[in-house]
């Protein structure tokens, strides 16, 4: 599992085994959002009155795997800062500071791992999810 974890670009071998050993079971979560949340990688709402204020992110949950996570991002969103390219990682760096950006791609990673850890599938880069029909 470690191995396939590491495929993830930003997620090495310290990162894979770090993440394997304190998750343990990923199907405890019930979603993605719930593994990000639990690491401290979402923003913290401060909303009243239908009006929906987001704020940094909450950095409640486990330190050391939120510090990995979001040092193995900054390495990827610094290699693709001097290269062309049309991903959605791009065009946040255009429009958002750099450490934001990291951030955001660290809360990616983190969801793309409780989806390889909870279905029992391998990375694929341009995986692209079955639309339901209607």
């Not at 590491?6 to 770090?18: F, V």
């Not at 019930?30 to 009155?49: D, F, I, K, T, Y």
């Not at 940094?56 to 990827?76: E, F, N, P, Q």
Request: with cysteine; glycine share 8%; proline share 4%.
């Amino acid at each position: 599992m470690s191995r396939k974890l590491e495929r993830i670009p930003g997620i090495g071998p310290i990162t894979a085994s770090a993440l394997l050993a304190t998750i343990g079971d990923a199907k405890c979560f019930e979603n993605g959002r719930q593994l990000s949340a639990w690491m401290g990688l979402v923003p913290v709402q401060s909303s009243s009155g239908g009006k929906n204020n987001l704020l940094s992110i909450s950095k409640r949950g486990d330190t050391y795997l939120r510090t990995l996570l979001i040092h193995g991002a900054r390495s990827v969103v610094r290699v693709m800062q001097g290269k062309p390219g049309e991903s959605w990682l791009h065009k946040l760096i255009g429009r958002r500071n750099a450490n934001v950006a990291a951030v955001a791609l660290a809360n990616k990673n983190a969801r793309i791992v409780w989806a390889l850890l909870a279905r029992d599938r391998d990375y694929e880069p341009d995986y692209v999810p079955a639309r339901a029909s209607a």
